[in-house]
């Protein structure tokens, strides 16, 4: 789930003059005991995407998650991801987040959360990094397929540059009757201080297959940032094809 924009547009400045889990997790059972239900696992990925914006500068990334959920809606989670090292956010991320999600209607769902983004390893030096944002979700499943939309929110923060943010997503997911197989297609758009050139759309078609407690995954990512024709800074918005695998309790 995740960040992060932002951070792209560090290491994009850091390129040129050198994210979510926000949600309550929707992953297997979990682990439960009462009204508490513990679940999380762990992701490995070729490219560390969020927005449609590499992180990881093209490298591989690890991404462990947790969340403790209450019969009642409310969570809390952790979500971390290592990154492309620069002295603004260090090679570390860590979401830490939490919300409420229930159901308002037969097959439809709503989410409310606030995650704060850390970066552990930057350099005080280098100015500050975190920042919260607010991110609703809107959610509805019609036989096998699920619509999602995603409203994220960061006000002015220093990290900021004491402007705010915008991110407005829309997401499809189906899975194939009697397969392991799910298709999925998203679009986003962000406008404000995570975005580079002030605003920009990004999106990505792809799909997973799962086997019990491991989903592999594979999916084409673009953006419609301009190219500035240098390697070093359009690696990170870039179309590319990320591969990815996890495993889930």
């Given amino acids: 789930m995740k960040f992060l924009s932002k951070a792209c547009l560090g290491m994009l400045l850091a390129a040129s003059a050198m994210s979510a889990p926000v949600f309550a997790q929707e992953e297997d059972d979990g ?9 999380g696992g762990v992701e490995l990925v070729s490219d560390y995407r969020f927005r449609g914006i590499s992180l990881s500068g093209g490298d591989v990334a690890v ?23 620069t002295p603004t956010y260090g090679k570390t991320e860590l979401d830490v987040y939490g919300g409420y999600a229930t159901e308002i209607a037969s097959g439809t769902e709503i989410d409310v959360g606030l995650t704060y983004y850390l970066y552990p390893g930057g350099e005080k030096a280098a100015g500050p990094a975190d920042y919260f944002e607010v991110i609703g979700k809107l959610s509805h499943t019609l036989g096998p397929v699920e619509a999602t939309g995603t409203v994220g929110y960061s006000w002015d923060q220093a990290s900021l540059g004491n402007d705010d943010n915008l991110y ?21 758009y962000t406008d ?3 975005a580079p050139a002030g605003h920009y759309w990004d999106w990505s078609i792809g799909a997973s297959a799962s086997f019990g407690p491991i989903t592999a995954g594979v999916k084409y990512v673009d953006t419609d940032i301009p190219k500035t024709g240098v390697k070093a800074i359009d690696k990170y918005y870039d179309s590319g094809v990320i591969f990815s695998l996890g495993v889930s309790f």
């Fill in 31 to 39: 682990i439960s005991a009462g009204p508490i239900t513990v679940s």
């Fill in 63 to 85: 991404q462990p998650t947790i969340t403790v959920s209450h019969d009642s809606g409310f969570y809390i989670g952790a979500w971390g991801s290592n990154l492309e090292d």
């Fill in 168 to 188: 407005l997503g829309f997401g499809l997911s189906a899975g194939i009757p009697t397969t392991p197989i799910t298709l999925s297609a998203q679009a986003g």
């Fill in 192 to 194: 404000g201080a995570l």
